[in-house]
């Protein structure tokens, strides 16, 4: 991707709130991608766990994959996406982590979602700074017919409940975009899904949700993640799933290691011993 395409997207980004950008996982990886979140939902069904979530969703047309991350290394692969980091970084910063990441197929006959800004489920209003990005891969095209996630244009700017207008839902547009693009939306966006009034198309998107590394995500990857994941897991990913002991802390190598400077034994006696004389002698 070209940098100054890059450029003008996070320009948008930090205007509007959202951007798309094309061709960031090719059509083939992006059908791999919804084929597997079919192939996650049946395994979790055979698990007991339902694909399903009547609180949330309006209909059984929707299914909802909340376990990609734990389910299969593909989507541990997307998340480390780099044109998907870099984007996320343009909102949050440079130190985020793994918020979540869930995925939607919306399938013919879906009605839209409750509106929702994704910050609002880790930060309590007043939402002032950007501190959450949702970077949105789209498994299939995405269109209005399809039922394309619906965003209202300026909501990013409105910093509590009380902006929300009576009538935001008639404010919604639809995103579109090509298979193996992102969309990329700011935390504080309100959103929705759309209709998915086609007869025969699904529309498969994966929710990437970052944020600023300070903030408790929603999930504890140490357990989601299972531990032949972790095991290989790559530095990358260690740090944005919180894997190690300093799970938020950025710059760590100025903190040291969790149990104090890394050493070695003579040398951590040695020290020890100071700090103990030294003790004595203030005691005495
Ligand atoms: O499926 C969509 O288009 C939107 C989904 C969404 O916002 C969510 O799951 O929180």
């Not at 509007?16 to 049946?42: F, K, M, T, Y």
């Not at 039922?147 to 995103?175: C, K, Q």
Request: some cysteine; proline content about 6%.
């Amino acid at each position: 991707m070209e940098k100054q395409f890059l450029d003008v997207a996070k320009a948008q980004l930090q205007a509007e709130g959202w951007c798309v950008i094309p061709d960031v996982i090719s059509r083939e990886q992006a059908a791999e991608g919804h084929r597997r979140l079919w192939a996650i939902a049946e395994a979790n069904a055979r698990d007991g766990f339902s694909c399903l979530l009547p609180d949330i969703d309006p209909d059984s047309r929707m299914v909802r994959v909340l376990s990609p991350l734990s389910s299969d290394g593909f989507f541990r692969e997307l998340i480390q996406n780099p044109t998907a980091l870099a984007m996320a970084r343009a909102v949050i910063g440079h130190d985020l982590v793994v918020a979540n990441c869930t995925a939607n197929i919306s399938q013919p006959g879906s009605a839209p979602m409750a509106l929702h800004a994704d910050l609002a489920f880790i930060l309590p209003e007043p939402w002032i700074h950007p501190w959450s990005a949702n970077v949105v891969f789209c498994l299939t095209d995405v269109y209005p017919n399809n039922g394309a996630t619906r965003y209202i244009p300026g909501s990013h700017r409105w910093t509590t409940m009380a902006d929300v207008p009576a009538n935001a839902s008639e404010l919604l547009e639809p995103f579109t975009a090509k298979a193996g693009s992102i969309v990329v939306m700011d935390g504080r966006l309100w959103h929705t899904s759309g209709n998915n009034i086609t007869t025969n198309e699904e529309r498969a998107l994966l929710f990437g949700y970052y944020s600023a590394y300070f903030l408790r995500p929603m999930i504890n990857w140490s357990l989601a993640i299972p531990a032949e994941a972790q095991a290989s897991a790559s530095p990358v990913l260690r740090d944005l799933l919180g894997l190690d002991v300093f799970a938020n802390a950025s710059n760590t190598d100025q903190q040291g290691h969790w149990r104090g400077m890394p050493v070695g034994k003579e040398r951590a006696m040695a020290d020890l011993h100071l700090v103990r004389s030294a003790r004595v002698a203030s005691a005495a």
